[in-house]
């Protein structure tokens, strides 16, 4: 189970960064039931904005709309220092 949760984080990203636009919102309700649905991981949408908080944390650049819901604007681009 806790492999699972671990989980959720990643395909929360994945929503966002390929599913989701300035002009395509995603509310954390249909997140959730996406990864029910093709994942068959059960999760709510507390879950999935607990784990929105941390990407934020992370560094990607989450915009919110109230009511509308929301999309990932930037993600952390990690270049080499060799």
Do not use: W
Not at 2 to 10: A, E, G, H, Q, Y
Not at 13 to 23: N, R, V
Not at 50 to 77: D, Q
Request: hydrophobic content about 30%; some cysteine; charged content about 25%.
């Amino acid at each position: 189970m806790t492999k699972i949760k671990k989980l959720i984080i990643l395909y929360v990203y994945d929503a966002l960064k390929y599913g989701s636009s300035e002009k395509c919102l995603l509310h954390q309700t249909k997140i959730a039931k996406q990864i029910s649905q093709f994942c068959g991981i059960q999760c709510n949408r507390k879950t999935i904005a607990r784990n929105i908080n941390y990407l934020r944390e992370y560094g990607c650049e989450i915009v919110t709309i109230k009511g509308k819901g929301c999309y990932m604007k930037s993600y952390p681009n990690f270049e080499r220092t060799d």
